[in-house]
Structure formats: C-alpha cells, structure tokens
C-alpha cells in the first residue's frame, strides 16, 4: 500500500480515499459473497464494507501504517460480521398469514377439528373420578369393577364371590356409586 496516499486519504482526499477502496475491491467481493442476510442484497453489503475500509484508514496511525493492508482486512470482515449479528439479533417477525415452506398459511395450520376446552374439562373430569375412586374400599372398588364390565349378571357373580346376599351387593353398588357422585360433586363445587 502506498503510505503518502493513506497519509492524504486519512487527511481528507476523497480521490485519494476512492482509490484505496478500489484496490481493495476484489476482497470486498470476496467478502460479501460469503455473507447472506435476509433483507441485504450484495450492493448493500458492499456499501457497509466500504464504510468500513473508510473507518480503517481513518484511524490507522503513522506508526501502525506498514500494518495498513492487514488492518483495513480485518475492518473489512468485522464491519460484516457486525451488521449480520446485528441482524441476527433482532428477531424475525412473523405474521400469522404467512406461508411455510411448502407454501400453506399458518392459519390452516392453526384450525382444528378438536375441541381443546372439552379435551381438557373431559381430563380434569377423568382426574376427579380417579380421586374419587380412591376415597372407595378394596371391596366396593371391586363390585364396581364387575359390575361395569358386565352390567347383566355381574351384581350375581359377587355376590357368588363375597358369598353375600344378591340385595345387600346391589346395595353396596349403589352406596360406592353415591360416594362417587358425593366426592366428584365436592370437586365440581
């Protein structure tokens, strides 16, 4: 690099600054190309290197001046890598109307056959009457089972297996079936 002309670029030539950028002008090509940031074409990171090379000169100083070339590289790369982190930092804005890659709006995405509120009250009712059935003993637990799998002559089997009364295992049932309805009604409430 020729020092008088960074001497009278850094006072102010413009002819003299113009220069200068044109000989470092294949870098810059070089550089920009291996940069892509959404919303900057090569014109405009073009400009930005420059701007960088302009601040280079600037501030090189007479001792640091043999270091010009090196210097001015390196501000090259850095005002690039500035502007894409700059970017990067700043989150992409989406809208709800816009398209995914295979060209579908968000919004179709988003609707739904399933109804979400129903799905989660049929939850917390299912939590509810696991609760309850906890409140209930081994035995009522138990006829309960048989008799919603098999509601025909299920009462019949325990009492086959309790060796109890057909009536008082009906009764039974329906006494485990009100302490359900009483602890799910207690929860609701």
Do not use: W
């Amino acid at each position: 690099m020729d020092m008088d002309r960074l001497k009278r670029a850094r006072a102010g030539s413009k002819a003299d600054m113009e220069e200068i950028i044109r000989s470092f002008e294949p870098l810059v090509k070089k550089e920009c190309g291996k940069v892509h940031i959404k919303d900057h074409d090569f014109e405009d990171l073009k400009q930005v290197a420059y701007i960088g090379i302009i601040k280079a000169v600037r501030s090189i100083t007479d001792e640091k001046a043999n270091l010009a070339s090196a210097y001015i590289q390196k501000s090259i790369q850095n005002s690039l890598n500035y502007v894409t982190r700059k970017t990067l930092r700043k989150p992409d804005l989406g809208s709800i109307e816009d398209k995914d890659l295979d060209g579908i709006p968000l919004t179709e995405k988003l609707v739904s056959d399933d109804d979400t509120e129903e799905q989660i009250l049929r939850s917390e009712d299912s939590m509810y009457l696991k609760d309850a059935f906890e409140t209930l003993t081994p035995k009522e637990k138990e006829i309960l089972g048989i008799y919603m799998c098999n509601d025909y002559g299920g009462l019949k089997k325990c009492s086959d297996i309790y060796h109890e009364d057909y009536r008082r295992i009906r009764y039974q049932k329906d006494k485990a079936i009100r302490k359900l309805r009483a602890a799910i009604g207690t929860k609701l409430n």
